[in-house]
């Protein structure tokens, strides 16, 4: 049996979990996955640099709760998520599974912030009620 290094696992758990908005949709998601899209006009933008550096310091809790991370940073490809979400320059929103925009902030997020946001749903709560259920 072939062992991954715990550094290449890393980057195969992010390469699962961050994709561009282009390419992909939001019905391509929905009831698999809650979109969790960040949106800049650049991927200079600084507020764009501390939201990715927040989510990929820590991944596991995100993974936990089957978020993908969407990132546009191109205003000129006109994403299906810019046009449907129209941010102004950086914005953050978590949605969930059936595509509801959960939390919108023109402002970087923690990791704790987003998985908050995602705990209080009825959705969230009842899968974590069926995997205790299935454990025991």
Same mark, same amino acid.
């Given at each position: 049996?072939?062992?991954?290094?715990?550094?290449?696992?890393?980057?195969?758990?992010?390469?699962?979990?961050?994709?561009?908005?282009?390419?992909?949709?939001?019905?391509?998601?929905?009831?698999?996955?809650?979109?969790?899209?960040?949106?800049?006009?650049?991927?200079?933008?600084?507020?764009?640099?501390?939201?990715?550096?927040?989510?990929?310091?820590?991944?596991? $809790? !995100?993974?936990? &709760?089957? +978020?993908?991370?969407?990132?546009? #940073?191109?205003?000129?490809?006109?994403?299906?998520?810019?046009?449907?979400?129209?941010?102004?320059?950086?914005?953050?929103?978590?949605?969930?599974?059936?595509?509801?925009?959960?939390?919108?902030?023109?402002?970087?997020?923690?990791?704790?912030?987003?998985?908050?946001?995602?705990?209080?749903? $009825? !959705?969230?709560? &009842?899968? +974590?009620?069926?995997?205790?259920? #299935?454990?025991?």
């Amino acid at each position: 049996m072939q062992h991954t290094p715990p550094e290449e696992e890393a980057d195969a758990d992010e390469a699962d979990l961050i994709r561009p908005a282009v390419g992909t949709s939001l019905g391509e998601w929905r009831w698999t996955r809650r979109p969790v899209v960040v949106f800049a006009d650049s991927p200079n933008d600084p507020q764009y640099i501390q939201q990715m550096e927040n989510i990929t310091e820590q991944l596991e $809790p !995100l993974v936990d &709760r089957d +978020v993908i991370v969407i990132t546009d #940073t191109d205003p000129a490809a006109r994403s299906s998520f810019r046009q449907s979400l129209r941010p102004r320059g950086f914005m953050m929103v978590v949605m969930g599974k059936d595509g509801t925009i959960i939390r919108r902030k023109p402002v970087p997020l923690s990791v704790g912030e987003i998985s908050r946001s995602i705990n209080k749903l $009825p !959705l969230y709560q &009842r899968e +974590v009620r069926e995997n205790r259920t #299935t454990e025991d």
